[in-house]
């Protein structure tokens, strides 16, 4: 004999509510009549139901694929353009960027994913022509290794950028024994490019 259903009557799983039982499916399935708190009813097997997988008419997974497309009224906005063009590089292959950035490792962390936690953790651009910066070049986009620069600082920051006799900082770094970040820091800073190498000696300075 077939094992009797459980009996839902009146109990409440996510958004829908148990009001009366239903005839069983064509395969002898126990089902029941529920009503959405959003006032739908609907017939619904048991396992559905007491297994969480059905936890409301369907307006549950339709708010949240409306949440992931809803304007956050900042579309039109810098900080937006600046993230979707961060993302771009990094995931999208037909970048022409995306082989010095996504290509190459660098990514944008899970939590950048969502342009509203980028802004919480960045905030708002403080420079008219400004751009996110990694720290360390060699590491992806996350709250801790990024912040708002001006371009034109970023630009001389930038390690794949030619600044001196064709060498990128890096390169420079290891051909004149300066420490990356202590070089990095120096040209960031508008050192003169006769200083650039120079040790903390010959500089007049402990450091």
Request: hydrophobic share 30%.
């Amino acid at each position: 004999m077939p094992r009797a259903a459980t009996n839902l009557l009146g109990k409440t799983y996510g958004r829908l509510h148990v009001i009366a039982r239903a005839e069983n499916s064509a395969a002898g399935a126990a089902r029941w009549r529920v009503v959405c708190q959003c006032g739908v009813q609907k017939v619904v097997r048991s396992s559905q139901i007491t297994d969480g997988n059905t936890q409301s008419c369907g307006c549950l997974a339709r708010e949240k694929t409306s949440e992931r497309f809803t304007t956050h009224g900042m579309t039109n906005s810098f900080e937006f353009s600046a993230w979707t063009s961060m993302k771009r590089r990094c995931e999208n292959p037909k970048h022409p960027a995306y082989k010095r950035y996504g290509g190459s490792g660098i990514d944008v962390c899970l939590r950048w994913q969502r342009f509203e936690n980028f802004l919480e953790d960045m905030g708002r651009c403080p420079f008219p022509d400004g751009s996110v910066e990694r720290k360390d070049n060699r590491k992806g986009y996350a709250p801790s290794n990024c912040c708002w620069t001006p371009r034109s600082q970023q630009s001389r920051n930038r390690s794949n950028v030619l600044l001196h006799d064709g060498m990128t900082v890096p390169e420079m770094a290891a051909k004149y024994a300066v420490k990356y970040t202590t070089l990095k820091r120096r040209i960031a800073a508008g050192w003169p490019e006769a200083q650039w190498f120079k040790s903390p000696r010959e500089l007049g300075t402990r450091k």
